[in-house]
């Protein structure tokens, strides 16, 4: 039997913790915002300890959400559901399409695909239940989407910041040091070294870093070293939070542009950044890549499309420095306005206007 329970939480329009007894399924499904369009967030799968830290989890990433969507100019709304389970043991067919029962009832208000902890495979079963849940429907797809979109993304998020900090795009012997590489940061690397940067990769996966130095040119530094490497550009690639009260005053780079979500621990250090003189490109507008192949996922925009949207970072990139070199305020702060008034203006424009 499914159990919907809905908790009224300010600032989001809608929460459902969904319980079922027979799969053991229990989960939470957040919306933030439908301001733009139905809220668009992937399902994580994590043993949370308690339901207080699965809910804090996904109140955060549907509102974090929101905030990409509207950034990447796309009519897309905020939202996040979270499994609480172990993804290496509580999965089962049954409770993936219990899942997807419940992804239905929304009834396309809220559409979903993986996330941490969930794969590509699951949301194929979950989609057996709701048109609802998207998932990559070839086998080149998912590469191309989550590391190069993202890479091409963050690229031209660099090439932006180039420009500002100093004085040209042109990246052809700009140093770029990139911690982690992954599915992104290999990409990344990849596409600077193509572009003629100096590049140098540091990754706790030592045999990885090894590999990928090897295979694009650049240099190997170690991982406690790469936030204070000599270098114009920091790309962090890997975890949140490493724009921090330890980090920053080790910092020697001009830039901070990379892939990683939730780069600043808290807000105050995009203005500690910003009182430095080091460009900060908001992680959430650099990072939209992968979110902007969801058109593509949904049949909505073919590859070039969503190519030439991702491409168009740079020039959303380039409105938030205008913007916190207008208003003196960090590029943090600066993204953050131009989301809150257009979501403002969607608002103005959806409410029905007075009869005389
Ligand atoms: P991944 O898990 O494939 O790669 C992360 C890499 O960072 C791993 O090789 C890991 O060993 C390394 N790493 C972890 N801690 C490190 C440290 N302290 N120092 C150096 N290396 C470290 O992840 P992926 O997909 O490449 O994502 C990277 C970041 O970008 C994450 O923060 C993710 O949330 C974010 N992101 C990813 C998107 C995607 O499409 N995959 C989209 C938007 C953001």
Redesign the pocket.
């Known amino acids: 039997m499914q159990h919907l329970e809905t908790l009224h939480i300010a600032g989001h329009e809608e929460v459902v913790v969904c319980r079922d007894d027979q799969t053991g399924l229990q989960a939470i499904i957040a919306i933030h915002d439908t301001t733009l369009g139905p809220a668009v967030g992937g399902t994580r799968m994590r043993p949370y300890p308690d339901r207080e830290s699965a809910l804090a989890d996904v109140l955060r990433l549907s509102r974090a959400m929101t905030y990409k969507a509207a950034a990447a100019e796309l009519d897309f709304g905020g939202g996040k559901a979270v499994i609480l389970g172990d993804p290496q043991r509580d999965k089962s067919e049954a409770l993936l399409r219990s899942f997807g029962r419940f992804v239905d009832r929304f009834g396309g208000r809220f559409m979903t695909g993986e996330d941490v902890g969930t794969t590509a495979a699951d949301m194929e079963i979950a989609a057996r239940e709701t048109p609802h849940v998207v998932y990559p429907r070839d086998e080149l797809r998912d590469k191309w989407q989550?590391?190069f979109l993202?890479a091409y993304g963050v690229l031209h998020g660099i090439r932006c910041c180039a420009r500002t900090a100093l004085g040209s795009e042109r990246l052809e012997g700009v140093a770029v040091a990139l911690?982690?590489?992954?599915?992104?940061?290999e990409e990344l690397a990849r596409m600077l070294a193509a572009d003629g940067a100096r590049v140098a990769v540091?990754?706790?996966?030592e045999r990885?870093a090894a590999e990928v130095a090897a295979r694009y040119g650049a240099q190997l530094i170690a991982?406690d070293r790469?936030s204070d490497a000599e270098a114009e550009v920091f790309a962090p690639?890997?975890?949140?939070g490493v724009l921090n009260d330890q980090t920053i005053p080790r910092l020697r780079c001009r830039i901070v542009a990379g892939?990683?979500?939730n780069q600043l621990e808290h807000d105050r250090h995009g203005a500690e950044l910003w009182r430095r003189g080091i460009l900060y490109a908001p992680d959430y507008v650099i990072?939209a890549g992968?979110l902007i192949s969801a058109l593509y996922e949904m049949a909505l925009a073919d590859r070039q499309t969503v190519m030439a949207r991702t491409a168009g970072i740079e020039a959303r990139l380039r409105l938030v420095f205008d913007r916190s070199h207008r208003d003196a305020i960090p590029t943090n702060e600066a993204a953050d306005r131009l989301v809150e008034e257009r979501l403002r203006a969607a608002r103005e424009r959806s409410r029905p206007t007075a009869t005389p």
């Open positions: 989550t590391g993202t911690q982690g590489v992954g599915k992104v940061g540091a990754d706790l996966d990885r991982p790469v690639c890997a975890l949140g892939a990683a979500n990072n992968g």
